[in-house]
């Protein structure tokens, strides 16, 4: 519902219109001002947050545009309870806000056309449109951003001048006011107008998309990235950039809307927002082999009628779950999985995918993960806590905060010999189960107490100078990094321009792509050695990543979710809690990721056993299981999975080839028949005449 500001802020407003109307009826200027500054203040803060709270006002009648027109009737009627009925004031006001509320039709309506005409049929990045097609600026962000809520605060001189010659009785003042508002009106409408035509508008759809045609022409794009879904499945499509950034065939990404591309990570890959289905069919898509899907959608339908590329599913993970295994997956050419679970999985379910159609490439996207060393000498082990979230169904196995979290965190903390613990939480934890909030923020205080305790103990020493000069070099990244990113300037998309613009101007700077990767790489560095290697640690926020702390730690201790599979490429040991109590046999047979995991019950009385592994490697009694079961899982080490990824699309380009040529052949076969059918006086025969013969 909003932040305890937000909904003080709307319950201001909301009070201060029935105060306008008592001030309103006693009548009391200074009342009715003081009532007004409240609505004003109330509603400017309410939209300038993009609260909620706002939208829900409209669902109710009670709109921004009614909200602003209440308050000038309740004036008009403040004035009529002054006996001001008979004075010129009264009709100026009436005559102003008739006026005023004249010239909304044709503010919303230019705006609505701008916007309209700014929106291409595509939007792109790493693309050059502007060598081919003309597209104008935007107009100054201060016209076109929330200009509703600025034109009709525009009312505020003609409120102000009125009440300032109610109290002093003098018409002065409220038609300097009068003036003011309808002039600054008409003088916004006049300014939008150039934009809607000449110069200043874009081309239109057909220019835009020849202008795609001819781009794709030059290109000559191999192998295309395809991706549909809501704005919060733009992570399926982000874990595949890097993949895709190093495919020797040249890659091309097609989204479907633009949500998610306003939500795509940064990336040099070519991409193209293409929202209409018809626009897509449409697209010279000819020099295309491969198509990968990341996803199982309707809109999959688009692309997947065109029959001169392979067609594949690649996915977005590789667990035990209903969605790894979809009857869906039989309308792709191949299906690709990581190892051999995923083809087995596929065996299993037995929803027509036929095992010949199933390719092994390994997971590209873990290629960040260490192999463990072992525990560097002079460092103590650190275990890493990163339970899921507790999901929308209330299971108690879906997570081990609630019922064991703070047992496994008291046992890391109280382990002898020590042990540092780091606490990666699923960011979506506790926003569905208060229960699951309160586990979470129980743990964060056992976490933050413990770390107080180490730092006074004895035993512990860390180099105050190195962490100084980390914690300087961190500040120094990020300065970088922030006048890198630039956000809030200049154009591109990023806080100032349109999606025309950032289309336009959406070609990626490869060196300074090159100077933030860097950069990312050294913060992360400089983060582990701002504090001591004994420090216990709360890590919550995107930095730093979950790979990175997969990196430095020695053991982890999860939930069922892609974090287990995920850790397994690291060969270190693992604990997964049985948090439904399932039983240990029962609990593996279910979950693949598990059959080489330590596993805990709520007690976390079985973690000693995890510890141990950790300590002595060599006594490490599920160090071959888990090597078995990391090949089966996700494939050999050699060759590496973004070999056997390019290998896989290689192969799969060569069979497109073979069907377009064989289809060229039957077509030109089918020709040179006709071509004889169409000689003079000649006769083809038929089966009748074989037969007969």
């Known amino acids: 519902m909003g932040s305890p500001a937000e909904l003080a802020a709307a319950a201001l407003m909301i009070l201060g219109f029935p105060a306008l109307m008592l001030a309103a009826l006693v009548p009391s200027v200074p009342a009715f001002a003081a009532a007004a500054a409240v609505t004003y203040l109330a509603d400017h803060y309410l939209h300038r947050k993009s609260s909620y709270l706002v939208n829900r006002l409209s669902k109710v009648r009670a709109g921004l545009s009614i909200r602003f027109l209440i308050r000038q009737l309740l004036l008009i009627l403040l004035l009529a309870r002054l006996g001001l009925a008979d004075d010129l004031i009264y009709y100026g006001a009436i005559a102003c806000f008739i006026a005023f509320y004249g010239l909304q039709a044709p503010h919303g309506a230019l705006v609505t056309l701008i916007r309209n005409r700014r929106r291409m049929p595509v939007a792109t990045r790493n693309i050059d449109l502007a060598s081919r097609i003309r597209i104008p600026d935007a107009p100054p962000r201060r016209l076109m951003h929330r200009s509703a809520e600025k034109m009709l605060h525009l009312d505020l001189a003609a409120v102000a001048g009125i009440l300032v010659s109610a109290a002093l009785e003098s018409a002065g003042f409220g038609f300097l006011g009068i003036g003011l508002t309808v002039g600054l009106g008409t003088g916004y409408v006049l300014a939008l107008v150039p934009y809607v035509r000449g110069a200043k508008t874009p081309p239109n759809a057909e220019k835009v998309l020849a202008a795609i045609d001819d781009w794709l022409a030059e290109y000559r794009p191999e192998t295309v990235l395809y991706f549909s879904g809501s704005k919060d499945s733009a992570y399926q499509v982000n874990m595949w950039l890097e993949t895709m950034e190093q495919l020797d065939s040249k890659p091309l990404i097609i989204l479907r809307e633009r949500v998610i591309l306003n939500n795509l990570a940064p990336t040099t890959v070519p991409v193209i927002c293409v929202p209409g289905g018809v626009h897509l069919m449409n697209m010279d898509l000819s020099n295309v082999r491969v198509a990968l899907y990341a996803a199982n959608v309707g809109k999959n339908i688009h692309l997947l009628r065109v029959p001169t590329m392979k067609h594949v599913f690649i996915g977005h993970g590789d667990s035990d779950k209903l969605a790894s295994v979809n009857p869906y997956s039989k309308v792709y050419d191949e299906v690709w999985t990581a190892g051999r679970a995923g083809r087995d999985r596929y065996a299993i379910a037995d929803v027509g995918v036929r095992d010949e159609d199933i390719v092994e490439v390994g997971r590209p996207q873990l290629a960040p993960i260490q192999t463990w060393q072992g525990v560097p000498e002079g460092r103590i082990p650190t275990v890493l806590y990163a339970p899921t979230w507790e999901g929308w169904d209330g299971n108690p196995g879906n997570t081990s905060i609630v019922l064991a979290g703070e047992n496994i965190v008291n046992k890391l903390v109280t382990a002898d010999p020590p042990v540092r613990v780091l606490y990666k939480p699923h960011p979506f934890t506790g926003t569905v189960s208060a229960e699951a909030k309160a586990a979470h923020q129980r743990i964060s205080a056992l976490i933050q107490q413990a770390a107080t305790e180490r730092a006074t103990d004895p035993r512990f020493t860390a180099d105050a100078a190195a962490q100084s000069a980390a914690k300087a070099e961190l500040a120094r990244i990020e300065a970088r990094l922030a006048e890198l990113s630039g956000k809030g300037k200049g154009k591109g998309g990023n806080g100032k321009g349109d999606e025309a613009e950032a289309t336009r101007d959406g070609l990626v700077d490869i060196a300074k792509h090159e100077e933030i990767a860097r950069l990312r790489a050294e913060w992360n560095t400089a983060y582990w050695r701002s504090f001591g290697s004994h420090e216990h640690r709360l890590i ?154």
């Open 540 to 693: 919550t926020g995107a930095e730093p990543r979950l790979y990175d702390c997969f990196n430095v730690s020695d053991a982890m201790v999860s939930d069922i979710s892609s974090v287990v599979s995920d850790f397994i490429a690291s060969g270190k040991p693992y604990a997964v809690t049985d948090s439904a109590e399932l039983g240990v046999e029962e609990f593996k047979r279910q979950n693949t990721a598990v059959r080489a995991a330590t596993i805990l019950s709520n007690s976390a009385a079985e973690l000693g056993g995890l510890l141990d592994a950790v300590r002595d490697p060599s006594a490490d009694p599920l160090a071959e299981d888990r090597g078995d079961l990391k090949r089966y899982l996700l494939g050999p080490d050699e060759p590496t999975s973004i070999e056997q990824f390019n290998t896989a699309v290689a192969n799969l380009a060569i069979k497109a080839d073979a069907r377009n040529v064989g289809q060229e052949s039957r077509a030109a076969a089918g020709a040179a028949e006709g071509d004889l059918a169409a000689v003079p006086g000649q006769r083809l025969s038929t089966a009748e005449d074989d037969v007969t013969a």
